[in-house]
């Protein structure tokens, strides 16, 4: 008797994983994305920068998509500035879909001369 | 003249050892884990009632709990200690936690502020002691906010915290241990871990308000065709 409830004690006691515990994770789903448009702005700020940019599609129609990315603190740490973000420049932003319309969570910047922006994402 | 030299072995005391070890700035290391999530009737209720877009306090520059504080991924975390204080530095919103070493009692008013002398008492009142070479931090006094922002997980009123750090080497372990009655069926057990960090120091956050009311209004013509 004594060993059964000892293992059911400790099958309670399990820790289990914490998963996306972290508010950003839980923000953006797992669906990648990818959006072309041209840079309207740019914000480096904490908690998280972000760049606007503005999508025509096929017909004409106007979409702005707010691609946000991790903390200016994080970016300069990693040695990352958006200074190579020019406002009028067209880029594809792929990244995580937001939960909130029309927003993405960065995981790449592709420019028009094929070079490549990749910010470190946050851990979850 | 002859000069005597005496050699003083002085033994120091676990506690000054284990103050030594926690003092200096640490980093998350990874999620951590947390024990199940057992809601009463009311907590759940708080949890369903949770609109993440738009009630977690993180978008207003305020902290949820102070579990969440510790929990940010990438945000430098700074312990110093004197004979009547630790003070915690929480880079994340520029946050300063000065806990009183006093164990019979614990004030009424927030132990915690930001660089701008704004009170946050979602993070409680907190006193703290050494046991052995862990230094324990317990809490009360909260208001209501989130031990977890991703999920709406309440804390409230009634709501007890107490912490548990200890450094292994260069480590530190965190024990955070929620009990509240009207919100958890049982007490909600996190664990996480912290590298120490050399020669950096905590930077000023500066935090910017997530105001997207500006860019849903970019897209309101979008409505306007549907």
Known sequence: MKKRLLFVFTIICLPILANAHHSTAANFTQEIISVKGIIERVRSVNPHSSILIKNTDDEGEITFWLIETTSRTTLNRQGVSLDVMEVGSEITATGRKGRREYTMYLQKISFEDGSEFFPRQDRD | ?226
């Open chain 2, 1 to 226: 003249m002859r000069i005597f030299l005496s050699a003083i072995l002085v033994i120091l005391p676990d506690t000054l050892i284990a103050a030594t070890a926690l003092d200096g700035i640490w980093v998350l290391d990874g999620p951590g884990t947390e024990s199940e999530i057992l809601l009463t009737e009311e907590g759940e209720r708080l949890r369903i009632a949770y609109d993440l877009l738009e009630d977690d306090p993180s978008l207003y520059c305020t902290p949820a709990s102070v579990a969440r504080i510790w929990a940010n991924p990438g945000s430098r975390v700074e312990i110093e200690q004197d004979e009547e204080h630790i003070l915690i530095s929480y880079e994340l919103f520029d946050l300063r936690r000065e806990i009183p070493f006093i164990k019979s009692s614990i004030a009424d008013f927030p132990s915690t502020k930001n660089l701008e002398g704004t009170e946050f008492a979602q993070m409680g009142s907190s006193v703290a002691w050494y046991e052995g070479d862990r230094l324990i931090i317990e809490s009360t006094n909260h208001i209501h906010g989130y031990i977890r922002t991703s999920r709406g997980i309440p804390q409230g009123s009634n709501t007890h915290a107490r912490e548990e750090l200890e450094v292994d080497g260069d480590i530190l372990h965190i024990t955070h241990t929620y009990t509240d009655e009207s919100l958890f069926e049982q007490p909600l057990i996190l664990q996480y871990s912290f590298n120490r960090l050399e020669n950096v120091e905590i930077e000023r956050y500066n935090c910017t308000d997530a105001d997207y009311d500006w860019f849903i209004e970019l897209n309101l013509h979008k409505e306007d065709q549907t």
